[in-house]
């Protein structure tokens, strides 16, 4: 079946643009995450949705870091005013309760 | 608190040897415990879990894991590489009983020579 779609593959944009990244999650999937993953800094997590709870924003880096999530599916996490060290690899992930999380192949986002 | 160590950031070993990637975890109350990999351009693929069920996991393409609670380890082996094992493998400890908010361990490389 479809697992977790993450688009654009690649982003290229210069310092100081705003970039939306997509996350399609597992149909029936309640739960969903963001991740970064960078060198130096490993896997960290960004921000966690469940159902019609609030969201864990816990880990968001600043606040030019912010994500929704549509509907119950379809997420965007948006980085405003993109700076150098925002180049990442962005991954999202997605589950049902009480199982593993399922990975998309992540957006690789490079700022020049 | 939890955390998770990986003990050796690279692994060299050749094909048909036995591979050993080694994880300490550290949690206030039972754990669960995951090991991914990550092949290059990729995103995490499970290769098993353990959720307080039975101590030794079985995943896939052969790979199991033993929980030991004494020393507080999770350690991943297979019998024999394969070269398509090359990859960067990942432990991970869940922040709560579920699946809510992984902690990453910090990668082992694998790398298996011909």
């Known amino acids: 079946g479809a697992g977790v779609s993450q688009s654009p593959s690649n982003k290229v944009t210069e310092k100081g643009k705003d970039v939306e990244l997509r996350c399609d999650p597992i149909s029936g999937h309640t739960a969903l995450y963001w991740y970064r993953q960078s060198l130096g800094q490993g896997l960290e997590f960004l921000i966690y949705f469940q159902g019609n709870s609030a969201p864990d924003k816990s880990g968001l880096p600043s606040d030019r870091f912010s994500a929704e999530r549509t509907g119950g599916s379809v997420s965007t996490l948006t980085i405003q005013r993109t700076q150098q060290e925002d180049s990442a690899v962005y991954l999202c992930a997605s589950s049902t309760s009480n199982q593993p999380q399922h990975f998309g192949d992540g957006t690789r986002l490079s700022i020049l | ?114």
């Open chain 2, 1 to 114: 608190a939890q955390s998770v160590t990986q003990l050796d950031s690279h692994v060299s070993v050749s094909e048909g040897t036995p591979v050993l990637l080694r994880c300490n975890y550290s949690s206030s109350y039972s754990p669960s415990l995951f090991w991914y990999v990550q092949h290059p351009n990729k995103g995490l693929q499970l290769l098993l879990k353990y959720t307080s069920a039975a101590t030794l996991v079985k995943g896939i393409n052969g790979f199991e894991a033993e929980f030991k609670k004494s020393e507080t380890s999770f350690h991943l082996t297979k019998p024999s590489a394969h070269m398509s094992d090359a990859a960067e493998y990942f432990c991970v400890v869940s922040a709560t009983s579920g699946t809510y908010k992984y902690i990453f361990g910090t990668g082992t490389r694998l790398k298996v020579l011909a």
